[in-house]
């Protein structure tokens, strides 16, 4: 009988799981694109119901400044730029958590009015909510591994 050498004793190895302890460099990725991937389908989804095309420019380019914003920021984390990033992005999540409380009032108050109703309407603020929380998440979750180290 071989006997097996026992380098540390079973209480001081942590159990490991591969998918869990990768999740945190890859949940920021998921994040922007989630979120990248909802602000782009609102900004092509709501049309503005002018008549003139200037109207509809203008709408259309007022919801897609986020997604630039988004775009931007993720360039400069790719970069290396990480602070300035994650400021834009958190505050980026914020807003986009903010202004789905005034949809959703709007949408309630006025089911015929300004706002998302259909189904249609609700899959790109979907999108575009898990891709801040998961952001925010994201945010947390470094926040306490630092605070941790220290």
């Known amino acids: ?71 931007v920021a993720a360039l400069a984390l790719l970069g290396g730029r990480r602070n300035p990033a994650r400021v834009a992005l958190t505050i980026v999540a914020g807003c986009i958590k903010a202004t789905t409380v005034v949809a959703i009032v709007l949408a309630v108050s006025s089911p015929d009015g300004f706002g998302p109703h259909t189904l249609l309407d609700w899959i790109p603020v979907g999108l575009a909510n898990a891709g801040g929380g998961l952001w925010l998440l994201s945010e947390i979750r470094a926040g306490l591994a630092a605070r941790r180290r220290r």
């Open 1 to 71: 009988m071989t006997a097996i050498p026992i380098t540390a004793s079973p209480s001081a190895v942590a159990p490991t799981h591969p998918a869990r302890d990768a999740a945190p460099e890859r949940l920021p990725l998921l994040a922007v694109l989630t979120m990248a991937a909802g602000l782009g389908w609102i900004g092509g989804q709501y049309p503005w119901p002018g008549t003139s095309r200037t109207d509809q420019l203008l709408v259309t380019g007022a919801h897609l400044i986020p997604l630039v914003v988004v775009a």
